[in-house]
Every structure is written in C-alpha cells, then in structure tokens.
C-alpha cells in the first residue's frame, strides 16, 4: 500500500513541478517540493516514527520561508539531477571491489539456481552501463538547469549564458523525457537479455511479476 502512495507521490510531482515551471509559478514549486517531501517520509510516517515527523515539520517549515522568498524554483531545478545522480552513484558503487554490482544482486534473488559465469559478466557489465547512462542523465540535467531562462539557476544569480533554453523545455526533459529515457533504456536492455540468456522470462510481463515477488525485505537491503 506505501509503495503504491509512494509511487503515486512521485508521478504527482513530476506533474505539479512541470507545471510550476511551465508557469513560472514559485508556489506551486513549493507544492511540489511538499509532494516530494511526503513521498520521501512516507514510510516512516506510516510506522509512527517520531524522528519522521520532525522531519516533515521542519520541511514544511523551511517550505513555508522558501515561499516567501524569490528561490522558491531553484529546488525544483536540482531534484532530477540529484536524483539520476544519487541511483548512478548506487550503481557505480557496487562495482568496487568487495561488493555485488546492483543487477548482479537481482538476478541472482530471481534465479532459481546460482547465476552462471557469463551471466554474472553480463550483469556487471550492465551495472556499469547503468552508472555511466544514469551519470550522463544527470550532467545533461545539470546542464540545462543552469541555462534556462528565465528562472534557471544562472540568471537566478545574475549571470545570462550564450545558449539558452526555455524553463519549459527544461522541465519537459528533466520531468518527463528523463522516465522515458530510462524506461527505453531499460526495455532495450530487456530484450537483449531475453535474445542472449533465452528461456529465463516468459515475457516483459513475467519479468516484472518476479521482480515484485522479491518483496519488501529485499528492496529494503538492496541498497546497503
């Protein structure tokens, strides 16, 4: 039930935060910023942790002075970039030495019998993969954050950059486009495996179902 609260957070967001760009609107950015707020604490808030709900009194508090002030969109600007950057670094992380690259560690929960050697190249292959994509993601996000205009974070300081693009055309990429582009990469990717490790998925359908059966035990640990 939190993941389906958390997942319907997070497209809420995405809506409301395009949306205050498109309009210049710093406080339905704020909106937004509560949205993505709730969605961080929301399984903490359902458990009754005290610490949670400071957390969220803080947050609306300082919500409620960024209202008030004029960087009430220079948030909004930087989550999608902190957010690609923070899962390419998850990634990038697990492939040091002593730890299981991410989509080696899937896998292995999925198969029924220990992953084979190729298998288990593969998947630290697409582990790197991942980084590097999610890393690249995240500079274009960066990038034209700082370019847009009028609100982007450059002309919010005063500066005005040779190129620029519309705040509109920012939010399309970095609150739309950006689901898109990962969603292909990962039905690409999907099909690759499906064509070079055959008869381990019915279809894109089963792969998902055993995705989800791992449970809430394993998503929770995923990332330590």
């Not at 450059?154 to 609150?175: C, D, I, K, R, Y």
Request: glycine fraction near 6%; charge should be positive.
């Amino acid at each position: 039930m939190i993941l389906i609260l958390e997942i319907a957070l997070a497209l809420a967001y995405s809506v409301v935060a395009h949306i205050a760009s498109a309009r210049h609107d710093g406080p339905l950015a704020v909106c937004a910023l509560a949205i993505l707020l709730l969605m961080l604490l929301a399984a903490p808030l359902s458990q009754r942790r005290f610490w949670a709900w400071a957390a969220l009194a803080a947050g609306l508090a300082a919500l409620l002075w960024l209202a008030r002030s004029p960087y009430a969109q220079v948030p909004i600007l930087l989550v999608p970039t902190a957010f690609v950057a923070l899962v390419a670094y998850w990634f990038g992380r697990s492939l040091v030495s002593g730890r299981t690259p991410l989509i080696s560690k899937i896998v292995a929960a999925m198969e029924d019998e220990p992953p084979s050697p190729e298998l288990l190249r593969y998947t630290r292959g697409l582990t790197a993969a991942w980084a590097i994509a999610l890393g690249v993601l995240a500079s274009l996000n960066l990038g034209l954050a700082l370019i847009a205009v009028p609100d982007g974070l450059l002309a919010q300081f005063g500066a005005h950059p040779p190129l620029t693009v519309t705040e509109t055309q920012w939010s399309w990429f970095a609150n739309i486009f950006n689901y898109g582009i990962i969603g292909g990469f990962f039905a690409v990717e999907f099909a690759i495996r499906k064509r070079r490790f055959p008869g381990r998925y019915h279809n894109f359908a089963d792969f998902l179902r055993r995705l989800r059966g791992l449970g809430p035990a394993f998503w929770r640990d995923f990332l330590r």
